[in-house]
T-cell receptor, first 113, second 117 residues
Framework: GENVEQHPSTLSVQEGDSAVIKCTYS??????FPWYKQELGKRPQLIID?????GEKKDQRIAVTLNKTAKHFSLHITETQPEDSAVYFC????????????FGQGTILTVHP | DAMVIQNPRYQVTQFGKPVTLSCSQT?????MYWYQQKSSQAPKLLFH???????NEADTPDNFQSRRPNTSFCFLDIRSPGLGDAAMYLC????????????????FGPGTRLTVL
């Protein structure tokens, strides 16, 4: 089955700096890669996703890049704000036609004012 | 306009006492999932329903069962909860009703936090 590795496990930045979280996956058939943000005690919220036919996608301060050859994808957050502090999970779809996801281990992002 | 609803939000049960968690959705999605999430860990898929077809993960203990009486509702039954089953249980939905589509976004409910005494 799919295996997703996520790094780093914790990330601390100053407000206004950029943050980058990286994930690798094992199943070359995976074709969908979402990123979820989860605040303490709350549900995971989709913040951005990318499909295998696209190399990069951007939404305001958030961007995701995908390298299918190397089987890795990254989340980039620019101009970080304290409210960006949360746990971020990457995930990969196992290549089936619907959304069975395998999650990475999570990154605790702390943005210091 | 809640889309995925879970009840109760907090559940306390005793060791070995059966408990049922419920999930309902207003999205008319054909796929429903149950995840277990322990503190500081990623959500772990327990099983999912594709329409009425039940799909169990290989490492999901037999202690966990599920029912989906109709499109909107799905239940998680824990037959004999142990201390290790204390966790947040997340329900999620997605759709796959367009042939050849890859519409995979999953929508999560708020979760039920289970405490086992």
């Amino acid at each position: 089955g799919e295996n997703v590795e996520q790094h780093p496990s914790t990330l601390s930045v100053q407000e206004g700096d950029s943050a980058v979280i990286k994930c690798t996956y094992s199943d070359s058939a995976s074709n969908y890669f979402p990123w979820y943000k989860q605040e303490l005690g709350k549900r995971p919220q989709l913040i951005i996703d990318i499909r295998s036919n696209v190399g990069e996608k951007k939404d305001q301060r958030i961007a995701v890049t995908l390298n299918k050859t190397a089987k890795h994808f990254s989340l980039h957050i620019t101009e970080t704000q304290p409210e960006d502090s949360a746990v971020y999970f990457c995930a990969a779809s196992e290549g089936t036609s619907y959304g069975k996801l395998t999650f990475g281990q999570g990154t605790i992002l702390t943005v210091h004012p | 306009d809640a889309m995925v609803i879970q009840n109760p939000r907090y559940q306390v049960t005793q060791f070995g006492k059966p408990v049922t968690l419920s999930c309902s959705q207003t999205l008319n999605h054909n796929v429903m999932y149950w995840y277990q999430q322990k503190s500081s860990q990623a959500p772990k898929l327990l099983f999912h329903y594709y329409d009425k077809d039940f799909n169990n993960e290989a490492d999901t203990p037999d202690n966990f069962q599920s029912r989906r009486p109709n499109t909107s509702f799905c239940f998680l039954d824990i037959r004999s909860p142990g201390l290790g089953d204390a966790a947040m249980y997340l329900c999620a939905t997605s759709r796959d009703d367009l042939p050849g589509s890859s519409y995979n976004e999953q929508f999560f409910g708020p979760g039920t936090r289970l405490t086992v005494l």
